[in-house]
């Protein structure tokens, strides 16, 4: 009986305090401000609500990692590139996102998008022999986006239990995540689920479908972010001279690269100078031929199919110098890149491989993430492929 009190005492004085910030934040998530999908949030990513009210008629998908934390407060980032183009294009990633995350997201606002494009951004790293780690596919998950996905009836059954079996496997790490998962599964499949539980799950869903919106809110006004009353898309820019603006960005990289891996030297010394002690030859016998990451993207395409979404695989390159110093096997490493272009192939859809710049000074600024000529010629990809007829 006290632990019952002490619930309800404490979902009083929750609501009580959501109420109160969700006068400060505003309930509006449907900002009708083109610019909001080039915003860099990890709240905004797991937030249904957030990514599926921001999602109009000229929207495009860009889903990616880690890469897009670097270089956000150059030009020649995805966010400043698409913003100066007049581009509405919706930014999903963060790191530990990787193809089954967005699996999951695509499956939940697939119904939204007129604009059926989307590109997905890979690192080379993702296929490990592990593939995702389940610790960091548990922080990144969103229930939010998990629900709408299984509650996706232009999915076939078979493709959405697929992917709620990969997810439940994945989230073994984590009890109680996967307890509401699986609740959240049974509910929405119409299974057996005690009135305990259902009342749990939908008070759980309310919080944290509150929780979401009060954070997303807060963070969008801290960084600026306007709402407007109705969606008017942005005026059209003109597309940019790509070769001139790559040799802008090698030229702002002057004075900054001053080490034997070709590497921004702050990451250098901050990343990888600690670490390279240990990490001589400790890639021997590593490669990318096996990983669950395939059938992980597998996933994401079958998605990509039923939905009529057309996809671009862009492949990232690996910093070929740093490899080297790691004893990766040359020939292990490019098996990634038959290992994508395998699995496209299965599905018809387009890759934009940039692995055969490894070695090209600039491209990346650390080991693995895009550099200013780097995302220059990625945004240039993704620009024609957005508006191929």
Same mark, same amino acid.
């Given at each position: 009986m006290k632990k019952v009190a002490a619930f309800i005492t404490a979902l009083i004085l929750f609501v009580g305090t959501a109420l109160s910030v969700h006068t400060i934040a505003g309930e509006?998530? @449907? *900002?009708?401000?083109?610019?909001?999908?080039?915003?860099?949030? *990890?709240?905004? @990513?797991?937030?249904?609500?957030? &990514?599926?009210?921001?999602?109009?008629? @000229?929207? &495009?998908?860009?889903?990616?990692?880690?890469?897009?934390?670097?270089?956000?407060? *150059?030009?020649?980032?995805? *966010?400043?590139?698409?913003?100066?183009?007049g581009m509405n294009v919706m930014c999903i990633g963060a790191a530990q996102n990787q193809s089954l995350s967005h699996a999951v997201t695509l499956g939940a606002v697939a119904p939204k998008l007129e604009n059926k494009k989307v590109v997905l951004i890979l690192s080379p790293t993702w296929f490990s022999k592990t593939g995702a780690e389940s610790s960091g596919f548990s922080a990144r998950f969103s229930e939010s986006m998990y629900e709408q996905m299984l509650a996706n009836d232009e999915l076939s059954q078979e493709t959405r239990n697929a992917i709620a079996d990969r997810v439940d496997q994945m989230l073994q790490i984590s009890p109680d995540t996967q307890a509401s998962a699986r609740t959240a599964r049974s509910m929405i499949a119409g299974g057996k689920v005690s009135l305990k539980d259902r009342i749990a799950y939908r008070v759980e869903k309310w919080i944290n479908t509150e929780k979401e919106d009060i954070n997303v809110g807060l963070l969008w006004k801290a960084s600026g972010g306007k709402n407007y009353h109705e969606y008017t898309p942005a005026k059209a820019g003109e597309e940019p001279d790509w070769d001139k603006l790559a040799k802008e960005a090698d030229e702002s990289m002057a004075g900054k690269v001053n080490n034997q891996f070709h590497m921004l030297d702050k990451l250098y010394k901050s990343k990888i100078k600690p670490e390279m002690k240990n990490r001589k030859n400790a890639d021997v016998n590593r490669t990318f031929a096996d990983s669950p990451e395939y059938d992980d993207l597998r996933l994401f395409l079958d998605v990509c199919k039923e939905e009529g979404i057309e996809a671009m695989l862009v492949l990232l390159p690996i910093n070929g110098w740093w490899y080297d110093y790691t004893g990766f096997p040359k020939d292990q490493r490019e098996t990634v890149v038959q290992g994508v272009e395998k699995v496209a192939s299965e599905y018809g859809a387009k890759v934009c491989s940039f692995f055969d710049e490894c070695y090209t000074p600039g491209f990346l600024e650390d080991h693995v993430h895009p550099a200013g000529k780097g995302w220059v010629r990625i945004n240039e990809e993704a620009y024609k492929f957005y508006k191929e007829v």
């Open positions: 509006k998530l @449907d *900002t009708n401000n083109p610019f909001f999908g080039t915003w860099i949030s *990890t709240k905004k @990513d797991l937030s249904y609500k957030a &990514v599926s009210s921001n999602i109009e008629k @000229d929207t &495009v998908m860009m889903m990616g990692s880690s890469e897009f934390q670097y270089g956000n407060k *150059t030009p020649y980032h995805p *966010t400043n590139i698409f913003r100066k183009l």
